[in-house]
C-alpha cells in the first residue's frame, strides 16, 4: 500500500493523462486509503500509449531517459516503451531474481536464443544472467546451425528462447545428426513470450532433457520478468513487490474474486520513467494466493493460456488456440507443428493444418485418412466443434525463431 499509494500520486503529479482520468473520475491521490479504494482509478489500456506516441506517457524529462523498446503491433505504430537508468536497474533485478527461482545460478552458462534489439526479450534476460554470474552466451536468434555447435562446444547448461523456438532447434539438432540428451548440457529451459501448453512443454522437456519453465512479461512492464514457474513448475510467481496484479471480467472491467478466471490487470509499484496505472492486459489467466511449495508467497498465474483478442468462436462455442494445442500434443503421431487457418469457414467449423510427425509418416501402417477420423474424433469429444483437418508433411509447415503465428487469418491478406 505504501509504494501503491506513492505511485498514485507520483502518475497524479507528473503524468497529465493520469491527472485528467483521474479528476474525471472524481478520485485525488489522497482518497485511496485501501485496494478497494483504489479500484476507482480507471484503467489504462494499450491504445493509451499508442496515442502518446512516439514517447508514451512520460513522467520524466526525455534527457533521464536511458533506453526505449517498443513492441511491434499487428498494425499502426508500434508501442513505444521508456526507461530510466533506475528502471533498468530494477527490470535487471527482477530478471536476475526470475532466473534464481528457476533454479539457475552464477555456475550455469546461458544460451540466450532470443531477439535482441526493440524487443525486450534478448536484453532483458542477457542483464539478468550477467547479473546474476551466468556465463552468458547472445547467440540471439536464427543461424540454428551455429547455435546447435555453440550450445555443443561451449557446454551451455541454460537455453532462453521462446517455446516454438526451443521445439525448432530440438527438432533441428536431430537433423543436424546431434543426440541431444549425449551432445548438449542444458539443465534448464526458460521460455516464454507467448502460450504455449504443458503438453509441448513435455515434448520439449523429454526432446533436449532439461526442465522448462514458463517466463511471463510483457514491454509495458519492463518485459520480461513479471512471473515466472519455480522448480516446482505450478503457477508463475508474480514479483508483486513491484506489480501489484488485479483479475477482472473483460466485460465489465469488474474485478473478480480470488480464484477467479479472468483479464490480468497490473500495476508498476516503482516505474519511473513510463508508470502505469491499472494496465489492461488483455491476457486470461487464474491467479492463486496460497503459499507455494517452496515457500513464496508471491501470487501465482496458473498459466497464461491465450489473450482474449485470440479467442475464436466457431459454431457459437468459444476456442482458444492453445486448446486445440492442448489436444495436438498430447496425441502420438501429431509433429511439433500445427496452424488454424481461419476463413469464410470459420463461423461453422475449424480449420486446421496440422503435420505429422516424421516416424509416423515414414511408418508402413500410416493410413492418412484413418488418422484424420481420429483426430477429428479428439477434438470433437473435448471442445464440441466441428473440425476440417489437413495433414501436411513433417517440415512443411514455417518454423519460427520467435513468437509462432498459430492463427492464420485468410480473411484479412
Ligand atoms: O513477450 C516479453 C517476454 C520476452 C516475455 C521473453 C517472456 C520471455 P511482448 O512482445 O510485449 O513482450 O509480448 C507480450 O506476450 O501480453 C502475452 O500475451 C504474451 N506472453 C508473454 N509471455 C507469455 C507466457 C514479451 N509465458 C505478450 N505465456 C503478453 C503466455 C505470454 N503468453
Redesign the pocket.
Known amino acids: 500500500m505504501e509504494r501503491l499509494k506513492k505511485m498514485v500520486r507520483y502518475s497524479y503529479d507528473n503524468v497529465p493523462m493520469y491527472r485528467k482520468r483521474m479528476d474525471e473520475a472524481g478520485v485525488s491521490p489522497d482518497c485511496i486509503r485501501n485496494l478497494e479504494d483504489y479500484t476507482k482509478v480507471p484503467f489504462t489500456v494499450k491504445d493509451d500509449l499508442r496515442d502518446h506516441y512516439p514517447y508514451g506517457i512520460l513522467a520524466v524529462p526525455i534527457e533521464q531517459v536511458t533506453r526505449i523498446h517498443a ?1 511491434s503491433g499487428t498494425t499502426g505504430k508500434p508501442t513505444v516503451v521508456s526507461y530510466t537508468r533506475t528502471d533498468i536497474h530494477t527490470w535487471t533485478r527482477l530478471m536476475a531474481r526470475t532466473f534464481a527461482a528457476g533454479g539457475i545460478n552464477s555456475s550455469d552458462i546461458m544460451q540466450i536464443a ?1 531477439g535482441y534489439g526493440l ?3 534478448g536484453l ?2 542477457h542483464y539478468g544472467a550477467e547479473l546474476l554470474g551466468c556465463t552468458v552466451l547472445p547467440t540471439a536468434t536464427g543461424n540454428t546451425k551455429r547455435q546447435l555447435m555453440m550450445a555443443k562446444d561451449m557446454g551451455c547448461t541454460v537455453l532462453s528462447a ?1 517455446p516454438s523456438y526451443a521445439a525448432f532447434i530440438a527438432e533441428a539438432a536431430v537433423k543436424e545428426g546431434y543426440d541431444p540428451h549425449k551432445d548438449f548440457k542444458f539443465r534448464i529451459g526458460m521460455f ?5 501448453s504443458d503438453e509441448a512443454r513435455l515434448r520439449i522437456e523429454a526432446a533436449l532433457g532439461l526442465r522448462a519453465h ?7 512492464l519492463y ?2 520478468g513479471v512471473a515466472v514457474e519455480c522448480v516446482h513448475q505450478d503457477g ?1 510467481h508474480i514479483w508483486s513487490d513491484e506489480f501489484l496484479v488485479e483479475v477482472i471480467d473483460t466485460d465489465t472491467g469488474e474485478v473478480l474474486p480470488e480464484g477467479s478466471h479472468g483479464e490480468l490487470v497490473f500495476t508498476m509499484l516503482t516505474r519511473e520513467a513510463m508508470p502505469l496505472l491499472r494496465y489492461r ?3 486470461l489467466a487464474t491467479v492463486k494466493y496460497e503459499e507455494c511449495q517452496c515457500g513464496r508467497y508471491h501470487p501465482r498465474i496458473m ?2 493460456k491465450g ?1 482474449s483478442d485470440d479467442m475464436l468462436i466457431i459454431g457459437g462455442v468459444n476456442v482458444f488456440p492453445s486448446q486445440v494445442e492442448t489436444v495436438l500434443m498430447k496425441m502420438e503421431g501429431v509433429g511439433d507443428q500445427y496452424q488454424i487457418v481461419v476463413d469464410r469457414d470459420i463461423l461453422d467449423k475449424l480449420h486446421l493444418k496440422v503435420e505429422v510427425d516424421e516416424r509416423l509418416y515414414n511408418s508402413p501402417d500410416y493410413d492418412p485418412a484413418a488418422f484424420t477420423k481420429l483426430l477429428g474424433e479428439e477434438l470433437t469429444a473435448i471442445m464440441t466443434i466441428r473440425v476440417r483437418i489437413e495433414l501436411m508433411e513433417p517440415g512443411s509447415l514455417p518454423r519460427t525463431e520467435g ?1 509462432a503465428k498459430r492463427v492464420i487469418d485468410l480473411r484479412k491478406e
Not at 192 to 196: C, F, L, R, S
Open positions: 513492441s532470443l524487443f525486450t526479450g532483458g534476460f521462446t516464454g513470450a507467448e502460450p504455449w514458463d517466463v511471463y512479461g510483457m514491454s509495458e518485459g520480461p508463475l492486459t488483455r491476457d498459466r497464461v489473450r513468437k
